[in-house]
C-alpha cells in the first residue's frame, strides 16, 4: 500500500457536516468502508457517488481501485450475489486539500489513452519561511545558489491522483504501477497513466458442414493403382441420403463491451445472426435437437447448393447450368434418373447417365442406360445412344451418330447421319444412313436407308447422289429348318409310341392275361363275386400273371411319356410357324412421290451375315449402296410413287 503523508489522514469524522451523505450501499466499519452488492441496485449508483465524492474536494483513502472499476464498469451489481455480501473499498473518505490538488496537472488525452507529465516536486524546508506561510509549494527543481538540504521533495499520492484524474475526465483504466513508477522519477517524462479497454467483438452465427462430400471436389478423379482420370473430377453431383445431417448452425456469441478512459461504454457491435429455415430449401427440413440445430435432409436425392442465396435444396434430378467442359465438369458418369443440362456439352466431352435433357447445343457424347435422351436444341458432330429408351432431338443433328437399338429415334432435322435404331422418325433427312425395324421419313435427300417397313413421303437426289431403299426381307430358312427337324423328331417319337402299343396289344392278348384283365374288371365293377374256391383260384392267377402286368403298366408309362414329348413338339412347330409369318408380315415400302434418282430394292440378310445395325460406319454407307446377287430390285426412276408389299412364300 502507498505511503501516505501525515496532512492527507484523516476520518469521515474530521469531514465538516453535509459535505458528503454515504449512500446506503456503502457501510463503513472499523476497518474501512464496504460496498453491501444486495443493496447496489446498479453500477450507475455507485459512480454517481464517486462523483459526489470527488466533486466535493474529497477522495478516498487507501482506496482498491481495481475493485471500484470492476463494479462500476463490469456490472457488478447485487444479481446473483448472496444476501449481505460486502467488499473493500477504502479505508475512509478524506479531505482533498486546494494545496494538494494543485500538484497534479492535467492529463493529456488522445487516442484512447491518457499521458501524465511527471517531474520532481520540491518545498523550502526553511523553518521561517515555513512560520510565516511562505512556504512554496511545487517548485520542480531547486532554487540556484541554495543549499539542497533547505529543500524537501514533495512525495505525491497514488489516491490523491486518482482523485485528480477523474475530475479530469479520467474515470477508468489508470495504470497504478506506471503511475507509482512515475511519481519516483527525477526528471520531467511523460508516462501514458490509463488506457481504454476496447470491446472484444463477438462471434458470428456460422453453419458447420456435418457429412463429408456436400461439396463439388474439382480434383481429377482417382482410379485403382494411384491412378487418375483427368476427363473426370471427383465429386461433381453430391448425392445424400434422407435423414443425413447437412449443417449444424452455430448460435453467434456476443461480444464483450469495452470501456473508455472517460468511462464511457464502448459496445461490441451485435454479431450477425442466421436462420436455417431461410436456407432449408425443396427436399431439406431444420431439425431443433437437445444438441443443436441442425439443416436435414428430408427425401433421397441430389444436394444443390445455390450460390446466390446458400439455400440448400436436394432433388430427385440433376440441374446444371454450367455446361460440361473441360474446366467446368470433365466427362460426367452420373447415377441420378434424371439429369438436365442448360448448358453446352462440348467437343469430345461424354456424358454417362440415364434420362437426360438437354436445353443448349450438344458437341459431345451422349451414352445414356435407359429412359429417355431428349436434346431441345443441336447435336453437331457427336453422339448420342440409348440402351434401353428412345432418343428425340428437336434440333438439327448434323455430322452426328444416333444408336437405339431398343428404342425410337425422333429427328426434327438430320445432315450427314448415321441413325440405328429400332423405330427411326425425321422430318427431313440428307445424306444420311438409317437402320431399323421401322422407317419414317418425310423428305429423303440422297439418302441410303434399310429397313422392314419403310415409308417416305418425298425421295429425292442431292447432286450425284441417289436416294436408295433396301427393304429387309426375313430370311426363313433357318424356320424351315426347324420346322423340318421338329417333323423329323416327332416322327420318330410317334414311330416308337405305334412300337409299344402294338407290344402292349400282344401282352394283352395272351390266354391268361386276357382271363385276368376280364375278371378284375368285372370285380372292380362289382359284377361278380367270388367263392371261397374261386377266391383260391383267382389269387393263383393273379400271382401267375403278375410279370406281365408290371410290363403292362411300365409301357403304358412310357407311351404317356412319348406322348406328351410328341404334343410339345406340336406345339413348338406351331410356334415356328407363327413366327415366320411374323417375320414376313409388315415388310413393306411406300413412297407417295419421287422427285429425283431413287432406287427400291429387296435384299435377304442371311442369317450368316452380321446384321448391318453392327457395321462401322464407312462399312454401313458401303453396304447400302452395294448391289449384288442378295439384292432384287424393285422399282428405279426419277419419278412417280411406289408401294410393296411382301408376300410370305407357300410352305
Not at 204 to 217: K, V
Not at 297 to 319: A, E, Y
Not at 517 to 545: C, D, F, I, M, Y
Request: hydrophobic fraction near 40%; include cysteine.
Amino acid at each position: 500500500m502507498p505511503n501516505y503523508p501525515e496532512s492527507a489522514v484523516g476520518n469521515l469524522a474530521d469531514l465538516e457536516e453535509g459535505q458528503v451523505a454515504l449512500s446506503r450501499f456503502i457501510v463503513q466499519r472499523d476497518t474501512g468502508l464496504f460496498v453491501n452488492l444486495s443493496r447496489l441496485e446498479s453500477a450507475s449508483d455507485l459512480i454517481d457517488f464517486v462523483n459526489r465524492v470527488f466533486a466535493t474536494d474529497l477522495y478516498f483513502r487507501a482506496l482498491d481501485y481495481p475493485r471500484l472499476i470492476s463494479l462500476c464498469y463490469d456490472d457488478a451489481t447485487s444479481r446473483g450475489r448472496p444476501a449481505g455480501e460486502e467488499f473493500f473499498l477504502a479505508a475512509d473518505i478524506t479531505a482533498f486539500r486546494p494545496e494538494r490538488q494543485a500538484l497534479y496537472k492535467a492529463l493529456r488525452i488522445e487516442g484512447g489513452e491518457a499521458a501524465y507529465l511527471f517531474e520532481p516536486l520540491y518545498r523550502a524546508s526553511d523553518p521561517e519561511q515555513t512560520l510565516s506561510g511562505g512556504a512554496e509549494m511545487g517548485h520542480a527543481a531547486p532554487v540556484p545558489g541554495r543549499q539542497k538540504s533547505s529543500e524537501t521533495r514533495i512525495e505525491l499520492d497514488i489516491d490523491e491522483f486518482i482523485a485528480a484524474a477523474w475530475t479530469k475526465g479520467v474515470c477508468f483504466g489508470i495504470d497504478l504501477a506506471a503511475v507509482d513508477e512515475g511519481m519516483q522519477l527525477d526528471k520531467p517524462e511523460w508516462r501514458v497513466v490509463a488506457r481504454s479497454r476496447p470491446y472484444v467483438p463477438g462471434k458470428d452465427a456460422e453453419i458447420i458442414e456435418q457429412t463429408p462430400g456436400l461439396r463439388r471436389n474439382n480434383a481429377p478423379r482417382r482410379l485403382l493403382g494411384d491412378r487418375v482420370d483427368l476427363r473426370q473430377f471427383e465429386t461433381r453431383y453430391p448425392q445424400v441420403a434422407g435423414g443425413v445431417r447437412l449443417v449444424k448452425k452455430t448460435p453467434r456469441t456476443p461480444g464483450v463491451d469495452g470501456c473508455a478512459i472517460t468511462g464511457q461504454p464502448l459496445p461490441a457491435p451485435l454479431p450477425k445472426d442466421l436462420d436455417l429455415e431461410c436456407l432449408a430449401g425443396p427436399g431439406t427440413r431444420v431439425s431443433r435437437e437437445a444438441d443443436g440445430e441442425y439443416l436435414v435432409v428430408s427425401s433421397s436425392g441430389f444436394l444443390n447448393i445455390d450460390r446466390d442465396t446458400n439455400q440448400f435444396s436436394v432433388v430427385d434430378k440433376i440441374v446444371s447450368h454450367e455446361g460440361v467442359s473441360v474446366r467446368t465438369t470433365g466427362d460426367l458418369w452420373l447415377t441420378g434418373e434424371v439429369y438436365e443440362q442448360h448448358g453446352e456439352i462440348q467437343e469430345k466431352r461424354i456424358v454417362q447417365c440415364r434420362s437426360i435433357t438437354a436445353y443448349a447445343d450438344v458437341f459431345g457424347r451422349i451414352v445414356s442406360t435407359g429412359g429417355t435422351v431428349c436434346l431441345k436444341r443441336n447435336l453437331v458432330g457427336g453422339s448420342a445412344s440409348n440402351e434401353d429408351g428412345d432418343i428425340i432431338i428437336q434440333g438439327t443433328a448434323s455430322g452426328a451418330t444416333l444408336i437405339a437399338h431398343q428404342g425410337s429415334i425422333d429427328v426434327k432435322r438430320a445432315d450427314n447421319c448415321v441413325i440405328i435404331g429400332r423405330r427411326v422418325v425425321v422430318g427431313q433427312a440428307r445424306n444420311c444412313d438409317i437402320v431399323a425395324d421401322e422407317v419414317s421419313l418425310d423428305i429423303s435427300e440422297a439418302c441410303a436407308m434399310a429397313g422392314k417397313t419403310i415409308r417416305v413421303r418425298i425421295a429425292r437426289a442431292r447432286r450425284e447422289l441417289d436416294s436408295v431403299l433396301l427393304v429387309l426381307v426375313p430370311d426363313l430358312s433357318s424356320y424351315e429348318v426347324q420346322i423340318t427337324a421338329l417333323h423329323k423328331k416327332r416322327a420318330a417319337l410317334e414311330k416308337s409310341i405305334a412300337g409299344h402299343r402294338a407290344r402292349i396289344e400282344a401282352l394283352r392278348g395272351e390266354n391268361d392275361v386276357a382271363k385276368y384283365l376280364l375278371l378284375a374288371g368285372k370285380l372292380r365293377n362289382h359284377e361278380l363275386t367270388l367263392s371261397p374256391e374261386q377266391q383260391v383260384g383267382w389269387r393263383r392267377l393273379a400271382a401267375l400273371v403278375a410279370p406281365v402286368v408290371r410290363t403292362l403298366v411300365q409301357l403304358g408309362e412310357v407311351v404317356n411319356e412319348l406322348l406328351a414329348e410328341s404334343n410339345a413338339l406340336s406345339e413348338q412347330v406351331k410356334a415356328v410357324i407363327d413366327a415366320r409369318e411374323e417375320s414376313c408380315s409388315g415388310v413393306m415400302c411406300a413412297v407417295e412421290k419421287v422427285e429425283g434418282e431413287t432406287r427400291v430394292s429387296a435384299v435377304m440378310v442371311r442369317l450368316a451375315d452380321p446384321p448391318l445395325s453392327a457395321l462401322p460406319g464407312k462399312d454401313l454407307k458401303v453396304r447400302l449402296r452395294r448391289t449384288d446377287a442378295t439384292t432384287k430390285l424393285l422399282f428405279a426412276g426419277v419419278g412417280g410413287h411406289f408401294e410393296w408389299s411382301y408376300r410370305t412364300p407357300p410352305k
